[in-house]
């Protein structure tokens, strides 16, 4: 009677956690990013309608399990689902903006010392929780304190790791002292993990000052928020109620969207989108964010610590076709860094590295390898990277390459092949500014350099760039440290993956963010019903 | 008084099955890699995080010690906090347990009247062209995996026809009427899967006892086709009947997992694959309780309900 069980199981994807790598990696991923974000024809319309308050909005959305919390400092949290939800009861001392610029959220202004080391934000006024006590800076230490120290288990303790001490300077005043300074650090503190909560709670359980009251959370399931009276946000929050249903099954969160029965849904599946555009009622959020799919070589051990080995796998990719074959074009081709183009610092000016047969060859040859090199690939990276390694597979033969694919099961698969094994795929999120991203995955002495590559220029430049506080200057750093790490690092990267949300027609406004799906997961707050 | 004997010994053997159950998922559970401080925390993993956590969800202490703990507090009523959420794992377990019968119940409803009545009909009519029909229907519907006959039922009904919801989430908030109407899909899908089983082995069991000396009997008496089967037939084919619909209303409890995901439906199934994934054994164990207790009942009743259909069961030589 258990047929058809286990193909069943695996064919919904059920047997990892659904967004697993999204969810263990959100962690230090301020998971935003800048810029430009890529809409389709018409969007720019919403922009000019007038904001209708009332309605109910209902969505389906992908990667919620019942394993879920509130709590923000407890370990694991960050699932698209938690994330969303977070950002519907909670506000964070700095919002990311739609264009991807940190503004003023609970912090209403900042002030910045020399070498960036002390920041002083400005608390904002007369802005109160859901139990009705007023919002001050004793909850804006607590709330970032309780992501520090030694006996923390949030996610968020790495990416606290530098700051020195948080004090509070008066009611509505609050010093942050960076070690070694950080002109991103605004950045950091927009990070869904550092909510504001009431100080003296010991549990969390949704009291925030946002812009919905929580009404019922039942984790993996169901969510149900009803707007906040006493939002102190202008212009945001229109709708009266808001509802999130769990549907981690693709096939069955498309045919609620299309059945009418939700409003909106999260990460459309690239090849049915097409057919999805076609059908009346419906539009398709594409927004370019900073997440990519990335092949990794371990540089530090045979047989990648040889630059040429790098090299030729690097001119032996056709990222074009990955991209198309893979995504179905939504999404931008990469070029062996992990700075998108809607980041700051992009350096437009690096030249696209493209497949170059010849050079590949050239480069595999001087590199004296032989053998087939065991290239390991699991759906826990991404659903189609079973697909990518193929694909690499037959481009790299054309060079004379022999890969061989290695299937890994999902279990384990983070614990024991990323960072360890020499060749396999994995992905990043993507993180708001370049020194977040090189500083996480490619400084030689950071915790997750997947790679295990060290350059000791791209590291020396890194720590001169934080502090750097002019901007042309700093502009030239990174472009340096992109053009070294595309030359020599141990990562591929074929390409950035767009983020993509089905939408009933009844939901409006600018709905596109670099940083997040569903509107940087502040959907609740931004849309309004028509 | 045999039955008392048989529901006693029965008893004392359903316990230690599960007990021998909680120590299997145990040490399943143990032997997988990392633990739950580990799971749970995954990439964001700093040791200071992860030793903190194992810290404050006793993963530190002795298996064995954590083990025997955990029966001790289960013995008593307390099914102790979700080592991944944090909440008591009693109301969670009385939502879930609710939907995964109410669903199973629903289904059962409908699949075991007409798996007998379509059993028997083929009996009656066995060798005839309705009797093919049957038969190739039904197996038709039990060969298709359960998330293929979920989508098929989901576009025509949900999405062409727009009869019934795509979700089939319940929630406290809704009468009755809405809640059987959302589980529809759900229930006919499990229908499909369990009814060729006990149809099939109705009719086998009929069709076995029809070559009995003592049916020649009854239709030279003169009885008709139909009293032969209902009354002298049947009834003696209740045990075999009666284990195969115990099994299949166990599936309908504890097998049920993809069903649940197809329809996004609450249930038992999905809560215990998010548990084992995150580790949390708490949750792993008492789901794994209850399903073994479900095999355990059902069969038990089987059983009962076979010698109570059954004189000379009561009396074994």
Redesign the interface.
């Known amino acids: 009677?258990?047929?058809?069980?286990g193909?069943?199981?695996e064919?919904?994807g059920?047997?990892?956690?659904i967004g697993?790598?999204q969810?263990?990696?959100?962690?230090?991923a301020v998971g935003l990013g800048i810029g430009a974000s890529a809409l389709l024809p018409g969007a720019s319309a919403f922009a000019a309608e007038v904001p209708k308050k009332g309605g109910r909005l209902k969505l389906?959305l992908a990667g919620g399990?019942?394993?879920?919390?509130l709590?923000q400092a407890?370990?694991?949290f960050?699932s698209p689902v938690e994330r969303t939800i977070n950002y519907t009861l909670y506000n964070t001392l700095v919002e990311i903006a739609p264009n991807g610029q940190a503004v003023p959220e609970i912090a209403e202004s900042w002030d910045i010392g020399p070498g960036a080391k002390s920041w002083v934000f400005n608390i904002r006024k007369g802005v109160t929780f859901h139990n009705g006590k007023e919002m001050t800076a004793d909850d804006v230490v607590h709330s970032l304190r309780r992501h520090m120290g030694?006996?923390?288990?949030?996610?968020?303790?790495?990416l606290l790791k530098e700051i020195e001490s948080i004090e509070k300077v008066d009611k509505h005043q609050v010093r942050v002292q960076h070690a070694t300074g950080n002109a991103d650090l605004h950045y950091i503190l927009s990070d869904y993990h550092l909510a504001i909560v009431p100080a003296e709670t010991t549990t969390v359980d949704g009291v925030g000052t946002g812009g919905y009251v929580l009404q019922?959370y039942?984790?993996?399931?169901?969510f149900v928020a009803k707007r906040n009276p006493n939002y102190w946000k202008e212009g945001r929050a229109h709708v009266d109620e808001v509802e999130f249903?769990?549907?981690?099954?693709d096939?069955?969160r498309l045919?609620?969207l299309?059945?009418g029965?939700?409003h909106g849904i999260n990460r459309l599946d690239p090849k049915t989108v097409a057919l999805l555009g076609r059908a009346p009622g419906l539009r398709i959020i594409n927004s370019a964010g900073t997440a990519y799919y990335v092949i990794n070589m371990r540089a530090d051990r045979a047989p990648f610590d040889n630059k040429d080995l790098r090299l030729a796998l690097k001119y032996a990719i056709n990222r074009e076709q990955m991209l198309d074959r893979l995504l179905r074009g939504y999404g931008t081709v990469g070029n062996d860094h992990p700075i998108a183009k809607s980041m700051p610092f992009f350096d437009a000016k690096l030249p696209q590295r493209t497949q170059d047969l010849d050079k590949a060859k050239f480069h595999f040859k001087k590199s004296g390898h032989s053998g087939a090199l065991d290239l390991r690939t699991s759906t826990a990276a991404f659903s189609s990277a079973i697909d990518m390694a193929v694909l690499l597979k037959m481009q790299a033969a054309e060079a004379g390459i022999d890969i061989n694919v290695v299937r890994e099961p999902q279990?384990?698969y983070?614990?024991?092949v990323w960072r360890s094994k020499e060749f396999m795929i994995s992905y990043w999120t993507g993180r708001a500014v370049p020194d977040q991203i090189f500083t996480t995955a490619y400084y030689s002495k950071a915790?997750?350099n997947d790679t295990h590559w060290r350059n000791d220029s791209f590291d020396s430049l890194l720590l001169a760039a934080r502090t750097e506080l002019d901007n042309a200057k700093r502009a030239g750093m990174y472009a340096e440290m992109q053009a070294i790490m595309q030359d020599d690092s141990g990562a591929i990267v074929p390409m950035f993956n767009n983020f993509l949300d089905g939408m009933r027609d009844a939901v409006k406004g600018d709905l596109t963010a670099s940083n997040m799906e569903l509107a940087g997961c502040r959907i609740a707050e931004r849309c309004w019903l028509a | 008084m045999v039955l008392t004997r048989l529901i006693a010994k029965r008893l004392f053997g359903a316990l230690v099955t599960l007990w021998f159950v909680t120590v299997l998922i145990f040490l399943a559970v143990e032997c997988l890699p990392g633990d739950a401080a580990e799971a749970l925390l995954g990439k964001d993993a700093t040791p200071v995080a992860v030793e903190n956590l194992r810290a404050e969800l006793h993963l530190n202490d002795p298996p064995v010690e954590r083990y025997v703990g955990w029966l001790g507090r289960v013995a008593v009523g307390d099914l102790g906090k979700s080592l991944t959420t944090n909440r008591p794992i009693a109301p969670m377990l009385a939502t879930r347990l609710s939907n995964t019968l109410f669903l199973a119940a629903t289904a059962a409803a409908i699949a075991v009247p007409l798996a007998i009545i379509l059993g028997l009909v083929s009996a009656l009519y066995r060798g005839t062209r309705l009797d093919r029909v049957i038969s190739v229907l039904s197996l038709a519907s039990i060969s298709f995996p359960e998330f293929f006959v979920g989508y098929i039922l989901l576009v025509v009904f949900a999405l062409n026809l727009g009869w019934f919801p795509v979700l089939s989430g319940i929630n406290p908030d809704m009468g009755l009427g809405e809640q059987l109407h959302r589980i529809v899909l759900p229930a006919l899908t499990l229908v499909c899967l369990v009814l060729a089983y006990m149809m099939r082995m109705t009719r086998a069991a009929v069709i076995n006892v029809l070559s009995n000396p003592y049916i020649e009997m009854a239709e030279l008496k003169g009885c008709s086709r139909r009293e032969i089967i209902v009354r002298h037939a049947f009834v003696n084919a209740v045990g075999p009947v009666a284990n195969v619909v115990a099994l299949s209303l166990a599936y309908l409890v504890v097998g049920v997992v993809v069903v649940e995901v197809v329809f996004t439906y609450p249930g038992l199934g999905q809560w215990m694959v998010d548990s084992v994934s995150k580790q949390d054994i708490l949750v792993v164990q008492i789901c794994g309780l209850i399903f073994g207790a479900t095999y355990i009942g059902l069969n038990l009743t089987a059983d009962i309900v076979a010698v109570l259909f059954n004189p000379k069961l009561r009396h074994p030589r």
């Open positions: 009677m258990t047929s058809g069980f193909k069943g199981f064919g919904l059920l047997t990892g956690d697993r790598r969810l263990l990696k959100a962690g230090a389906g399990q019942t394993t879920n919390t709590d407890r370990g694991g960050g030694a006996d923390t288990k949030s996610g968020a303790a790495g019922t039942e984790p993996g399931v169901r249903v769990v549907v981690n099954d096939a069955a045919s609620a299309q059945s029965e939700v279990d384990g983070w614990e024991n915790a997750w």
